[in-house]
């Protein structure tokens, strides 16, 4: 029934910007998160961002923070992730998941680590120099 359907992505020159949307359905928003995460070639799969819609709460790791914004549309049950300035190492696969939390914690803790159940297909974003 949760479900998270990615929008977004592609191919962008280094200093470009990009927009990813993660519309979801089959929960409530208001009672959890949305994170973003993202695998690049080669590395293990780390938090970027995230957003608590019960008090709007956001975090990001530090290599996106002041470049990326995270945002939601309640209405229509969507988080976005705006990533402006963009570099040829933010290039991976960019992921959206259901989360039970939002804090430093939640993105800074392995993903392996985790249980996230629900996850959106995953776009990629290829970054060039």
């Known amino acids: 029934e949760v479900q998270l359907v990615q929008s977004g992505g592609g191919l962008v020159k280094a200093g470009g910007s990009l927009r990813l949307s993660c519309a979801a359905s089959g929960f409530t928003f208001d009672d959890l998160a949305i994170g973003w995460f993202r695998q690049a070639p080669g590395k293990e799969r780390e938090g970027v961002s995230c957003i608590s819609s019960s008090d709007g709460n956001t975090y990001y790791t530090d290599s996106v923070k002041g470049r990326f914004t995270i945002s939601s549309d309640n209405a229509k049950n969507t988080v976005y992730l705006q990533m402006n300035s963009l570099k040829p190492e933010d290039t991976a696969v960019y992921y959206c998941?259901?989360?039970?939390?939002?804090?430093?914690?939640?993105?800074?803790?392995?993903?392996?680590?985790?249980?996230?159940?629900?996850w959106g297909q995953g776009t990629l974003v290829t970054v060039s120099s």
């Open positions: 998941a259901l989360d039970w939390e939002c804090s430093v914690s939640s993105l800074t803790t392995a993903t392996s680590d985790r249980y996230l159940e629900h």
